[in-house]
């Protein structure tokens, strides 16, 4: 057990929808990292935060956006579904200060038919 | 800036046999280099790090990994192959420039045959 909740486990949606992604990073890390993984790209870096603020953009799409809140829980919010952003989210966390190391969830798997 | 360049995407050997799985990273600063495990409907976990201590780095599970700064190089081995490390392994560097920043290789999946 990594330490790192995401929800839900499991989402199908249809195209055109809107869904939220959770996570919860291990208690006192202040870094949330979200990643996609999908047969073709592999894996993904989207977005990270830090305390509350967006620290470092990777390949996230416009209808993708993300947040982190004062209780440090972070929500991935995907709009605009299509058929190609089927895929696992992982959501990691790491401590402030060390070497880095991340701790992941055990991902949500979204399905968008 | 940073790059991981993991050499083949499948690598398949028999129970017993050796592992390698490689590895090459570009880095403009010292960094922190780690191999991480996927196991099938799993998230990834941490099998080793090298944060410039030894460069021999022991990890769970038998595996362990050599770092050459001569050849940019942080491959992973292991001596002999068992069925429940059927996995795909990722290979990471980190460098810390006012903040952690973590690039992943593309991954590594390796079978294992009875």
């Known amino acids: 057990d990594s330490g790192v909740t995401q929800t839900p486990k499991h989402l199908i ?29 592999g894996l993904q870096f989207l977005i990270q935060y830090y305390n509350g603020e967006e620290r470092a953009k990777g390949n996230i799409l416009e209808r993708f956006s993300a ?17 190609g952003d089927s895929a696992l989210y992982f959501c990691a966390s790491s401590a402030s200060f060390g070497t880095g190391e991340l701790f992941f969830g055990e991902g949500s798997r979204l399905t968008v038919l | ?12 050997v028999s129970e017993g046999a050796l592992v390698l799985l490689r590895c090459n ?10 191999w991480y495990v996927q196991y099938p409907n799993q998230g990834l976990q941490l099998l ?19 770092f050459k700064k001569s050849e ?43």
Not at chain 1, 67 to 77: K, T, V
Not at chain 2, 25 to 34: D, I
Not at chain 2, 49 to 55: G, H, I
């Open chain 2, 1 to 12: 800036a940073q790059s991981v360049t993991q050499l083949g995407s499948h690598v398949s």
């Open chain 1, 13 to 41: 949606t249809a195209t055109g929808q809107r869904v939220t992604l959770r996570c919860s990073p291990r208690s006192g890390d202040l870094s949330v990292y979200w990643y996609q993984q999908s047969l073709d790209q």
């Open chain 1, 67 to 83: 947040q982190q809140f004062p209780d440090l829980h972070s929500e991935l919010n995907l709009s605009s579904l299509e058929l």
């Open chain 2, 25 to 34: 990273y570009s880095s403009s600063v010292p960094p922190y280099l780690f």
């Open chain 2, 48 to 66: 080793l790090k090298y944060t410039s201590a030894a460069t021999l780095v022991k990890g769970i599970n038998g595996f362990e990994a050599e």
């Open chain 2, 72 to 114: 940019t190089s942080f491959h992973l081995t292991k001596p002999s192959a068992h069925m429940s490390d059927a996995a795909e392994y990722f290979c990471a560097v980190t460098q810390n420039t006012g903040g952690f920043k973590t690039i992943f290789g593309a991954g590594t999946r390796l079978f294992v045959k009875a």
